[in-house]
């Protein structure tokens, strides 16, 4: 469902698929070729959200801005199922691991691995080209050609996705 909040209003962007139980509210910009997965919160109702294009935001992700803020998500980004993010930056290609939690202010380099369940403290910066995990979440390697390989194998298939539930759409089933 996608609502107009405050004089705040969403806009999806080409062959962007937003899933009928997901919840886009106020100052959220998506752009093409985007899966926003059923029941996604993007909450932009006193900051801003922008997501770029060939971006997957999974089930049950929860996406808000600070106040006057915006929370910038690159393009070609994966944040898996169940993450929270209140973060600043998440660069291009980056991956969010599900179940992570991306706190506020936080951000996030480009083509960077935030693990599954690991916490991005206030304000913490984790570096482009890395996989962090952990509790408060730490550096533990770099990115390897495995690691990129794996990751567009990934992004494409959900760039495929919302061009098929865009094309086909899902039929009730009683």
């Known amino acids: 469902m996608i609502y107009e909040f405050d004089g705040r209003k969403p806009v999806i962007g080409r062959d962007s698929y937003v899933g009928e139980s997901a919840l886009v509210i106020g100052d959220v ?34 996406v808000h801005a600070s106040p006057d803020f915006t929370c910038n998500i690159g393009e070609k980004v994966t944040i898996g199922h169940g993450a929270i993010i209140h973060s600043e930056r998440i660069g291009d290609l980056a991956v969010i691991g599900m179940g992570a939690v991306l706190s506020i202010m936080a951000e996030v380099g480009e083509r960077a691995i935030v693990a599954e369940g690991a916490v991005v403290k206030m304000r913490q910066k984790i570096p482009a080209g890395v996989v962090a995990a952990g509790n408060p979440a730490k550096v533990v390697r770099d990115i390897e050609d495995r690691d990129e390989k794996l990751w567009a194998w990934g992004k494409q298939l959900y760039i495929d996705l919302a061009k098929k539930y865009l094309e086909l759409g899902m039929q009730r089933v009683d």
């Open 29 to 62: 910009r998506i752009g093409d070729n985007c899966y926003i997965g059923h029941g996604a919160i993007l909450r932009g109702d006193y900051g801003t959200i922008i997501v770029g294009d060939g971006t997957a935001v999974e089930e049950g992700v929860i």
